[in-house]
């Protein structure tokens, strides 16, 4: 079996000599806006008839009540056009995490518009439906579940700052089962939401979008996110990760990756660029311990109560349910330390805490949460 696994590193590795060009620069894709970013934009082969799913999420805190609302625009085997798995859909919906409340509207699988290649400033990116599109610089909505509730938005969004959370992997087909991307980690968001009757104006409120696409889902995903720390408004974490299918043979490595932009400085802790990442997932506490190789470290210890989670359900191509528990107004602390070589002790840079933290844990294993939090269940 360690032989076995030994080649399945090998043959990955090898994969990434043929992306070295692209390697050395990787990361500026972060720079480029939505109009010029294909990852942020579709990815399903029209050609394609295997399982298949692909989803833009956003995310965001309202500055003035501290409420907190996530949308997702996705496609579900969008080849399906007759609708003939259950789990085909195109599908358009919102969380209200203060309401606990979440409004969806499913459509047919040739329900969708999307546009592959360079677009233009207001050109669509993704429409679902009539009313629900995402441009380069904004979002719309305007949803109706089977029970009659509705929930609308408009939002113009400003990027400034995103993460290739992958690295060199993001650019190498089928390596992985699910492909993350941290598109727009950190962006402001101006407009109004509708929620049920409820509105919410929003001036530049800090905001999130990330992507999500593959053939199926990791065995268990973590995911720990903020852009609003106290007195460091400026400072960015996206982190994530979990247990994917590695080649389409089996969850062989639990992999994880930290970004952090902190006074105009970009901290990369990876995977697949070998750097040492420990985890220690239990549920509603996050503890991660991040060490690169330009000898910089990253501590993130990040908790929510029960009340504070959704369960947000996912349908896989294959049919199945993934429970995702997300709470987006966690406590975070983020310790961010350096120093100038290996024999040296760590020099603590920043301590920072943010209660506006994104925190999931998602899996096939439905928790009860009130057990989950009596107990020390162990997430890993």
């Given amino acids: 079996m360690k032989t076995f696994i030994f080649f399945i590193l090998v043959s990955t590795l090898s994969l990434s000599r043929s992306a070295n060009a692209q390697l050395l620069k990787d990361d500026s894709i972060t720079s480029r806006s939505m109009a010029q970013d294909k990852y942020n934009q579709l990815l399903w082969n029209e050609k394609d008839r295997n399982d298949w799913y692909?989803?833009?999420?956003?995310?965001?805190?309202?500055?003035?009540?501290?409420?907190?609302?996530?949308?997702?625009?996705?496609?579900?085997?969008?080849?399906?056009?007759?609708?003939?798995?259950?789990?085909?859909?195109?599908?358009?919906?919102?969380?209200?995490?203060?309401?606990?409340?979440?409004?969806?509207?499913?459509?047919?699988?040739?329900?969708?518009?999307?546009?592959?290649?360079?677009?233009?400033?207001?050109?669509?990116?993704?429409?679902?439906?009539?009313?629900?599109?995402?441009?380069?610089?904004?979002?719309?909505?305007?949803?109706?579940?089977?029970?009659?509730?509705?929930v609308s938005w408009s939002i113009q969004t400003k990027k400034?700052?995103?993460?290739?959370?992958?690295?060199?992997?993001?650019?190498?087909?089928?390596?992985?089962?699910?492909?993350?991307?941290?598109?727009?980690?950190?962006?402001?968001?101006?407009?109004?939401?509708?929620?049920?009757?409820?509105?919410?104006?929003?001036?530049?409120?800090?905001?999130y979008q990330d992507r999500n696409w593959g053939r199926s889902f990791p065995k268990w995903w973590a995911w720990i996110v903020s852009n609003n720390f106290k007195d460091s408004p400026t400072t960015k974490l996206a982190s994530g990760g979990g247990m994917p299918k590695i080649r389409g043979i089996g969850e062989i490595f639990e992999g994880f990756t930290v970004g952090v932009s902190h006074l105009g400085r970009d901290y990369k802790f990876r995977f697949p660029d070998g750097d040492k990442i420990k985890l220690d997932i239990h549920f509603g506490k996050w503890h991660v311990d991040a060490i690169n190789k330009k000898n910089q470290r990253i501590i993130i210890d990040a908790y929510a109560p029960k009340e504070k989670f959704m369960l947000l359900p996912f349908t896989t191509p294959q049919g199945d349910n993934y429970k995702d528990y997300e709470a987006l107004n966690g406590v975070a602390r983020l310790r961010i330390y350096e120093r100038e070589n290996f024999f040296l002790p760590w020099k603590l840079i920043a301590d920072l805490e943010t209660e506006e933290a994104g925190i999931e844990y998602g899996s096939f294993n439905e928790l009860a949460l009130q057990e989950a939090f009596t107990q020390s269940v162990h997430l890993q």
């Fill in 54 to 150: 692909e989803w833009w999420y956003f995310k965001v805190v309202d500055p003035k009540t501290k409420k907190s609302f996530y949308f997702c625009y996705g496609l579900v085997n969008p080849w399906d056009h007759q609708g003939t798995r259950d789990s085909s859909r195109v599908f358009v919906n919102a969380g209200n995490f203060s309401g606990r409340k979440i409004v969806e509207e499913r459509f047919r699988p040739n329900n969708f518009v999307a546009k592959v290649g360079k677009l233009k400033e207001n050109e669509i990116v993704f429409k679902a439906g009539s009313s629900n599109l995402i441009t380069p610089n904004s979002f719309h909505g305007d949803i109706v579940s089977e029970t009659n509730e509705q």
């Fill in 160 to 207: 400034t700052w995103s993460f290739n959370a992958m690295g060199w992997t993001m650019f190498i087909p089928e390596i992985s089962n699910i492909y993350w991307y941290p598109a727009q980690a950190n962006m402001e968001m101006t407009g109004w939401i509708n929620f049920n009757g409820e509105r919410i104006e929003l001036d530049k409120a800090h905001g």
